[in-house]
T-cell receptor, first 113, second 113 residues
Framework: DAGVTQSPTHLIKTRGQQVTLRCSPK?????VSWYQQALGQGPQFIFQ???????QRGNFPDRFSGHQFPNYSSELNVNALLLGDSALYLC????????????FGQGTRLTVV | GDSVTQMEGPVTLSEEAFLTINCTYT??????LFWYVQYPGEGLQLLLK?????DKGSNKGFEATYRKETTSFHLEKGSVQVSDSAVYFC????????????FGKGTRLSVIA
């Protein structure tokens, strides 16, 4: 049983560029949440997708957007990249719109130069 | 809003030493509490959880008890191993609502042989 898979594992982008990160949830899960983990910090909630809609959003600017597909996989898009967007981006999946049994992927390490 | 405060690391222990990592929280109502572990280069793994006051979560020799009166969820292990070296995150969520996980900043543990 595949767990949560994220791609790519590492990515280097230039300031001002746009990036798309991808996540496939654990089998049987229909909800995907995205978190940003800056170096030395705990993960910060970006947003959650359930039934192909954004259900909740954390304190992140509109440059951060997402999408959920009918097969429950999800994308995180970040436009106009800033140096401060460098972080580990974690995807978590769960069943229903509750976080109590969230499973995390290994993350995508984004470096903005 | 909700918040989680963990003891600052890094914590360095010799093998077989006793471990305590303190965690306190601020939240309304009765949140569910979690400890996640992050090994080098990996995502988050759920270590243990507790969903109501006085519950004790346990896994792999780690334990934590949900103390409502002191709003705490301290992580303990009687005898640490080198393989326990990782970053540990305390987190909470509200299971009765659609709320994301709120994490502490993490505590890095290094166990030396």
């Amino acid at each position: 049983d595949a767990g949560v898979t994220q791609s790519p594992t590492h990515l280097i982008k230039t300031r001002g560029q746009q990036v798309t990160l991808r996540c496939s949830p654990k089998s049987g899960h229909d909800t995907v949440s995205w978190y940003q983990q800056a170096l030395g910090q705990g993960p910060q909630f970006i947003f959650q997708y359930y039934e192909e809609e954004e259900r909740q959003r954390g304190n992140f600017p509109d440059r951060f957007s997402g999408h959920q597909f009918p097969n429950y996989s999800s994308e995180l898009n970040v436009n106009a990249l800033l140096l401060g967007d460098s972080a580990l981006y974690l995807c978590a999946s769960s069943w229903g719109d509750r976080s109590t049994e969230a499973f995390f992927g290994q993350g995508t390490r984004l470096t903005v130069v | 809003g909700d918040s989680v405060t963990q003891m600052e690391g890094p914590v360095t222990l010799s093998e077989e030493a006793f471990l305590t990592i303190n965690c306190t929280y601020t939240a309304t109502g009765y949140p569910s509490l979690f400890w996640y572990v992050q090994y080098p280069g990996e995502g988050l793994q759920l270590l243990l959880k507790a969903t109501k006051a006085d519950d004790k979560g346990s896994n792999k020799g780690f334990e934590a008890t949900y103390r409502k009166e002191t709003t705490s969820f301290h992580l303990e292990k009687g005898s640490v191993q080198v393989s326990d070296s990782a970053v540990y995150f305390c987190a909470l969520t509200h299971p009765s609502g659609n709320t994301p996980l709120v994490f502490g900043k993490g505590t890095r543990l290094s166990v030396i042989a």
